[in-house]
């Protein structure tokens, strides 16, 4: 029997054909009877991913011949940008694309008019990127500059893909994968919920360590002037590295009331059988975040969504925040702006922080007892009663005789109990099963920024932190996926628009 000739009934996948085959005949050769299963898994991801990509060529090869045999039989003078006709035309102008599969070439016609630009109409129907590099590479660049550095993610994509993609056009596609975050979320429909279900807004803030050029303004002053000491802060200085990043979080809670010892264990710690009433668990969370924008911005951005899932204001909107007078300020003033009635809430850890404090102004260093002490002050506070615990404390240290100095802690405790006081209602907060821990916001300052941003020997320019935290709070949403296909989309409209799409919105 005569042999198969495979590269002739391959025809255009010829070259594929001739590789697959090749790596059966390795695989059948006895020597491979000898590998160990990580050295076949070894050979077949390199000679796979050869395979991959030289079907993909073959492919771009086969669709350029048959847009040049189609254009010289029926030329189409197809019309560029400026919508002016490019009625004359050349074959084989090739570009290159960098894939996950490894770089390829995609060859295509040019239709050309004299002073004008050519059009290459497979490029919109291929919906090439600006640059050389795929939207799948890109996709899988933001996948990896997220969660590392960007020299990791270099080295991740180079040890999956090959050459394809330098560390500088891998931190361009972070902040070109950003774009469309905004725009992806306005455009989102918010899923309706009961009148009964609250609607609950955490802000908080965290530094990112910035290169010079990106610090604002008065921290750059601050820089400037220089330090004390050459080698360590003195006393009250600060580095003037950071940035401030304001991050907030949007969710849905079912109500879930609760009582002060369900909160705080009461002096000397539970006993009996009694069951702990747990409280209300976080649904639909949204978070967001901005290094360049400032926190009026995101407390807005915040509201917004707020408002997209109650238009009516029918649901209870509470507000948890660690008590710092600017963004209370802001956000009553958003509120405001929306005549939306809001309760706002401080965030009982800090409370919790305020009075250990104020203990070890009467207690020894790891004295049990002060324990019992702050648990009988915070269920006080939990039941209302944070004015009578601000004069208790006070009382004691006048009784105790402490100096200034010793003093300190409990009257810094007792300044924020008396100015915090109307924010403190938390026997309101528990009867109406309102959350009263900012743990939701605290978490996502720690995932999204400490986990990457504020990595060892990290400094930020400020358009890759901005890019790398809106990318990180989009994954944190899950969102991640459905903004993919969302700015794939509106890439492709900017680059190759038609007339019948202008003047519409791309939906989420």
Known sequence: ??????????????????????????????ASQYLTHDELEELLDDRGRALLRQLLQDHLDLRAQAEESAARTVPSRPLGPDLIPRPRLEGGHPRLLATVFGKVTVSRCAW?????????????????PRGRHSFTLGKLAALEAVRGSFDAAAEAIGRRCGKVIAKHALEQQVLAAAGDIDAFYRARVAVPAAAATLLVISVDGKGIVMRPEALRAGTARAAKRGRAMRTRLAGGEKSNRKRMATLAAVYDAEPAVRRPHDVIAPPGGRSGDRTLRPGPKAQLTWLTGSVKRDAA?????????????????????????DGAPHQIELI????????APIHIVIDLVHVLEYLWTAAWCFHQAADPAAEDWVAGKALAVLAGRAEAVAAQITEAANAAGLAEADRRGADKCVQYLTGKQEYLHYEEALAHGW?????????????????????????????????????????????????????????????YPRPEQRGFALGA
């Open 112 to 128: 050309r008019a004299p002073g004008r630009p050519n059009c290459h109409p497979a490029d919109a129907a291929l919906g090439l």
């Open 332 to 339: 009553t003033a958003e509120a405001a702006r929306r005549h």
């Open 1 to 30: 029997m005569e042999p198969y000739d495979t590269a002739s009934a391959a025809g255009p996948f010829a070259a594929s054909t001739s590789l697959f085959s090749h790596l059966i005949d390795d695989l059948h050769d006895p």
């Open 435 to 495: 959350p009263v821990a900012t743990g939701v916001i605290e978490g996502a300052c720690r995932h999204l920024i400490a986990d990457r941003l504020d990595i060892t020997g990290a400094r930020w320019g400020l358009e890759g932190a901005e890019a790398v935290l809106t990318l990180r709070a989009v994954m944190a949403n899950g969102d991640f996926d459905r903004y993919w296909r969302f700015h794939t989309a509106r890439e492709r409209d900017r680059l």
């Open 297 to 321: 911005e995101v407390i807005a951005d915040a509201f917004r969504v707020v408002e997209d899932r109650d238009p009516g204001h029918r649901r209870t909107w509470v507000v948890l925040v």
